[in-house]
């Protein structure tokens, strides 16, 4: 799932690196330190695949 990151769908998604970065690490700060529940399936994947997973599947957007 951290491939994704590399792959220019996600930034596009987001619409650029920085919004990317910057959305990634606000939803990381809700689940991590507001305990938020993941949007996806969690199948044991990491915070940070869950957030990605989120963003590849339209659940949060940048905007």
Known sequence: MIEALRSD???DKCG???KLT???QHRLREIIINGSRPLVERN???????VIAEIM???????
């Open 9 to 11: 769908e996600i930034v």
């Open 16 to 18: 650029g690196r920085f």
């Open 22 to 24: 910057a959305l990634i």
């Open 44 to 50: 044991g994947r990491t915070d940070l695949e869950v």
């Open 57 to 63: 599947e339209d659940k949060i957007t940048a905007n």
